[in-house]
């Protein structure tokens, strides 16, 4: 493997094994080479250990093959698996390292950004994704297992230009702050409403032998607990969740301030201008 060409000199600080590795690491090109100073920087103000697993990590996503449209140009792939995706109604052929986690996949590979990376481990439902129209954590699920499978990214529910009626309900009801919890939150919704219809029960359904519950707030409550929002825009999810599932959607609670409104709380500030 051939090793990076400037042989910087390390600080005294840096211990043996980060030394080891650094040796190890290939050659990456212009930000690898920024990365690698970064590493001999970082490793002197004593977070080496830190930033050598970043490195490290980011050195296998550089290695692996880019794809047209990647947001990245890496170079050849480690235990590299063919594998042919279907997104969001697409074929996608990608070669990947067979570690590659969907999210990883979408998001680097295929600068499909929209599916977000929160706490990448499971827990806060940032990455929620649907495949054959189930939702999945593509932070927790191998790229490489998915061959032939239809997955359904935010890009992916609008159709011929008209949101899909979660997304348009999560704008009526003011569902988002931030945003970065809301593709996940969105894409959870959609496979839960579908789950709903099928009749799979919740903790929260009292009976379970009984027709397909009811959507009230407990059960959609219970249903997207798996979705976290530090933003705490909960009720707004509810009531988009209660919207569609209701069949009838309602009117949007909120507008745009006018310019008339706009003018007179402005005077009523004291300011001047209007
Ligand atoms: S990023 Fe996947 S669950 Fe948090
Ligand atoms: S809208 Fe900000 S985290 Fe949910």
Redesign the pocket.
Known sequence: MPHDPDPSPLPPELSADEAALLADMPALGDVGQARRTFMLQTAAGGVGVFAANLLATEAALAQMPAAAGAASAPVKALNAVAVTLQINGEPRALSLDSRTVLLDALRERLALTGTKKGCDQGQCG?CTVLVDGQRVLSCLTLAATLEGRQVTTIEGLAQGGQLHPVQAAFIRHD????????PG?ICSAVGMLDEARRGHVSHATADVAGPAPRLDDDEIKERMSGN??????YPG?VAAVQDVAGGAPRAQTWSYATEAQLAAARREDGHATV
């Open positions: 940032a569902a988002f702050q931030c945003g970065y919890c809301t939150q976290i929002c530090r933003c705490g825009a999810i």
